[in-house]
């Protein structure tokens, strides 16, 4: 008996002093896209400069981890140690102290290389919340081809009149060839992504300076009669349904002849191996109105934030600082070519000549470059944002106003009915949630 | 002229049941078939029925990229885990309110049942706050749990509705022959409800097996069933449709392999008391 006891004590002493100093588990929660599962990939080479940290990834569908990671965040969960999130989601967590600074992340970090407008959306009193893993803006795709065919030449700034033109030439019904295809599926950062910045580049803005609602304005009475115009004349059938995805199906089958959506899409529909259009398709600027001077303000990052809530802030931060690094772009460039690499967010990679040679790369930067998160409209405005605005409410407003938009161009309703459901009803949310605050 | 009809009629219904089942079943079918299609053909229109290039592709990387073999074993802990422990609860619960009905049990049994008709989501952060204070995120016990109490007003009708089948006399005997209480639920009553209570079992485990709200918000990867597994292929911006498929292929097929080899019990458990 006591020689049993002698060898489990000594057993035991051996496991406490014998076993190597166990690595640090952080859990990183992400959302399913090209970008991340790539860095998923990489591990093995982030291991070999930390052999310490061990990364524990948890992917989600982008809605699921938007609902998943707030719960965590605002109960103090303690869940996930660094979290991926968009630039809508990073200055209202700031502000209520969910995130810790990333102002230390070491001298080779190199944070003045991130382009301007992406680090400015996520830079809260002069300290940044989160580092942009990579980042997008918005703008024209089109088929070459079948402009050409239209006896079009797509000018360099191009004007909402002049897209209504070309997707009337270019829709071919009997071919199964539609104009133009455009988001219809309700949702915040579905249909009223788009509808916000075509809003915007109509000179259009969503609040005056005393928080009301400005769906009475003859600017957006334009914008809504424009796109239901062109997506009942030119679009697809049953476009009330369709979102990023659905489009880029419909786009690189070759069934439409222009499409406004996300940069990132650029990469996918010149890629030969995906799409059947990629010989033929080309980029210009995100539309706008004769006379005003803005193209949408699109700018979307997702990036890598630590909740200050995790207990693992050390390794966090070294994570976080080789995912968003100039070596992490190196890396990806040798494993997979540089045309993988997380596009727009670091000035570097635009200095890049190998990189400037993909089709999408220099559009890209331009887009990025002209978007204004600070002034989204020409009109003066008491919010910041883009495509979307930045207060916490957005996204229950942007919603119900995306379904009563959706509705529209179902043809359940017209749009001046659409417009008024959208003043009344943001009005009434408004007012509940306390504003002008 | 009476044997022609029944035979038209006959064929009528087989007819319509065909296209009934074959409706119901094209969504799974069709998930299957995407499966193994490469992403292009997921994609083409006209969509491609069976004349694609079949490959594999999309379960290898699958296979590569997550642990299935992890997220299988999750769910089939807390399915089963779920299921046992909500019986253990509402034998004697669904016994107490078949055989010795009080004034109020037609009020708790409704009032079990409403508590069904309120949306998850709005109990998501009161339990949140308790799994957190009480170190049960995450993990598999406390999944165990809430998809336990989450199925309990369902288990509790269905066995309440088998249970008044049975004829209390012969429980009554049993007393009468000195069997107590535990016995007498234990040895008389659970062998004769046996077909109900397995039917009840298999519609729970699939019950918890499907679920996505609590099994989504309340892990994160250590106790992350199967349908985490499925939602960590679902992507807004991107066409990932194939590996999509691939993913809800292998997080169906287990149980759907259990549908059918239980099929006889689970119709018969569940038309048990139908015709009366």
């Known amino acids: 008996m006591t020689t049993t006891i002698r060898g489990l004590m000594g057993a035991c002493c051996l496991a406490a002093f014998g076993a190597p100093l166990a690595a640090e588990t952080i859990t990183v929660a992400t959302v399913n896209n090209g970008d991340m599962i790539r860095m998923q990939g990489l591990m093995a080479q982030f291991n070999e400069k930390h052999p310490d940290i061990e990364v524990n990834w948890v992917t989600l569908e982008e809605n699921v981890l938007r609902q998943r990671v707030t719960t965590d965040i605002a109960t103090k969960g303690g869940q996930y140690d660094v979290l991926t999130i968009g630039n809508y989601e990073v200055p209202i967590w700031a502000k209520q102290g969910w995130l810790l600074p990333l102002d230390d992340m070491g001298a080779d970090y190199d944070a003045a290389d991130f382009l301007a407008p992406v680090a400015q959306a996520l830079t809260v009193d002069d300290k940044l919340y989160a580092a942009p893993f990579y980042a997008e803006s918005a703008m024209l795709m089109y088929r070459s081809d079948l402009l050409e065919k239209a006896g079009l030449t797509m000018p360099e700034d191009p004007t909402w009149d002049f897209i209504t033109e070309a997707a009337e030439k270019m829709t071919d019904k009997d071919a199964g060839v539609y104009g133009i295809c455009l988001r219809g599926k309700a949702g915040w950062g579905e249909n009223m992504a788009f509808l916000t910045a075509m809003s915007h580049s109509m000179g259009a803005r969503w609040f005056d300076m005393e928080w009301k609602p400005q769906?009475?304005?003859?600017?957006?009475?334009?914008?809504?009669?424009?796109?239901?115009?062109?997506?009942?004349?030119?679009?697809?059938?049953?476009?009330?349904?369709?979102?990023?995805?659905?489009?880029?199906?419909?786009?690189?089958?070759?069934?439409?002849?222009?499409?406004?959506?996300?940069?990132?899409?650029?990469?996918?529909?010149?890629?030969?191996?995906?799409?059947?259009?990629?010989?033929?398709?080309?980029?210009?600027?995100?539309?706008?109105?004769?006379?005003?001077?803005?193209?949408?303000?699109?700018?979307?990052?997702?990036?890598?934030?630590?909740?200050?809530?995790?207990?693992?802030?050390?390794?966090?931060?070294?994570?976080?600082?080789?995912?968003?690094?100039?070596e992490y772009t190196n890396l990806v460039a040798e494993e997979d070519g540089i045309a993988n690499a997380p596009p727009g967010t670091r000035t570097s990679l635009y200095a890049n000549e190998e990189y400037l040679k993909a089709p999408f790369a220099q559009p890209t930067l331009t887009a990025i470059e002209n978007a204004n998160t600070q002034h989204p409209s020409v009109q003066e405005v008491p919010y910041t944002g883009g495509q979307w605005i930045s207060i916490p409410e957005f996204q229950a407003i942007g919603t119900a106003v995306g379904q009563v938009f959706s509705a529209a161009l179902a043809g359940t309703s017209t749009a001046d009915q659409a417009l008024t459901a959208a003043q009344t009803l943001t009005q009434r949310e408004m007012q509940r949630a306390g504003y002008p605050k | 002229m009476a044997r022609a009809s029944t035979t038209q009629r006959k064929i009528v219904v087989t007819v319509i049941a065909w296209i009934i089942a074959l409706a119901i079943f094209f969504p799974i079918l069709w998930t299957i078939l995407t499966s193994f299609k490469t992403e292009a053909d997921a994609i083409a229109i006209p969509p491609k029925f069976l004349n694609f290039t079949w490959t594999l592709d999309n379960y290898i990387t699958v296979q590569e990229r997550s642990d299935y073999f992890r997220h299988f074993m999750n769910s089939v802990i807390i399915s089963l885990g779920s299921t046992v422990l909500a019986l253990i609860v509402a034998i004697p619960a669904a016994w107490s309110m078949a055989f010795v009905p009080g004034k109020r049990t037609k009020d708790i049994l409704m009032w079990m049942l409403s508590t069904k008709m309120m949306p998850a989501v709005g109990v998501l952060i009161p339990i949140y706050l308790i799994f957190r204070d009480w170190g049960l995120l995450d993990s598999r016990t406390g999944l165990i749990i809430v998809l336990m109490l989450m199925n309990l007003p369902i288990v509790v009708w269905m066995l309440y509705t088998y249970f008044k089948e049975i004829p209390g006399e012969i429980l009554e005997a049993a007393r009468m022959d000195g069997a107590s209480l535990g016995k007498e639920i234990l040895y008389v009553l659970t062998p004769m409800a046996v077909p109900g209570i397995a039917s009840t079992l298999l519609l729970n485990i699939i019950l918890a097996w499907n679920e996505a709200f609590w099994t989504l918000n309340l892990t994160t990867s250590n106790a992350a069933p199967l349908s985490t597994f499925i939602a960590s292929y679902s992507s807004p911006e991107g066409l990932f449709y194939a590996k999509l498929s691939a993913a809800s292929t292998m997080a169906i097929a287990p149980i759907l392999i259990l549908g059918w080899f239980s099929q006889k019990q689970l119709v018969r458990g569940l038309t048990f008391g139908a015709v009366k």
Do not use: R
Request: proline letters at 6%.
């Open chain 1, 215 to 326: 769906f009475d304005s003859p600017e957006w009475k334009e914008t809504l009669d424009t796109y239901l115009n062109l997506m009942t004349k030119y679009g697809p059938p049953g476009a009330s349904s369709n979102g990023f995805n659905e489009n880029l199906a419909l786009f690189q089958t070759g069934k439409c002849g222009m499409w406004m959506d996300a940069t990132v899409a650029a990469s996918f529909v010149s890629n030969p191996e995906e799409s059947t259009v990629a010989d033929n398709v080309a980029f210009a600027p995100f539309p706008h109105k004769d006379g005003v001077d803005n193209h949408g303000n699109w700018l979307w990052s997702w990036n890598l934030a630590i909740p200050a809530s995790s207990t693992k802030q050390e390794a966090s931060k070294a994570f976080v600082a080789w995912a968003t690094s100039k």
